[in-house]
């Protein structure tokens, strides 16, 4: 069975840290390029960072450049997100997915060649 397990969102105050794990289980993991992509209340969702399945190549959404790092360990089978600084702007649902695209910039900003998405996890960034 397929799955993708986000965690370790949550509230926490503006400046304030959080790290994301996407946990991926049932499909050979090596040959997918991963992203974070997230969805604001009444807003379209948006690639945030991507990591390619095995040069290491990443992308972030401009705004986020500095204050977000993605990673990703093979051996567990997970991709995580370090979150620094975080803005009541980056509040919303967190989603990981795993997908046959060619390039990092095709994932996170086209969307393309999505295979699977996990649940979504929530980061409310609040004083």
């Known amino acids: 069975q397929v799955q993708l397990v986000e965690s370790g969102g949550g509230l926490v105050q503006p400046g304030g840290s959080l790290r994301l794990s996407c946990a991926a289980s049932?499909?050979?993991?090596?040959?997918?390029?991963i992203g974070w992509f997230r969805q604001a209340p009444g807003k379209e969702r948006e690639g945030v960072s991507c990591?390619?399945?095995?040069?290491?190549?990443?992308y972030y959404r401009d705004s986020l450049k500095g204050r977000f790092t993605i990673s990703r360990d093979n051996a567990k089978n997970t991709v995580y997100l370090q979150m620094n600084s975080l803005k009541p702007e980056d509040t919303g649902v967190y989603y990981c997915?795993?997908?046959?695209?060619?390039?990092?910039?095709?994932?996170?900003?086209?969307?393309?060649?999505?295979?699977?998405w996990g649940q979504g996890t929530q980061v409310t960034v609040s004083s």
């Open positions: 997915a795993a997908a046959e695209a060619p390039t990092v910039q095709a994932l996170c900003v086209q969307n393309l060649g999505v295979r699977y």
């Open positions: 049932g499909f050979t993991w090596l040959y997918y390029t």
């Open positions: 990591i390619s399945s095995s040069d290491g190549m990443t």
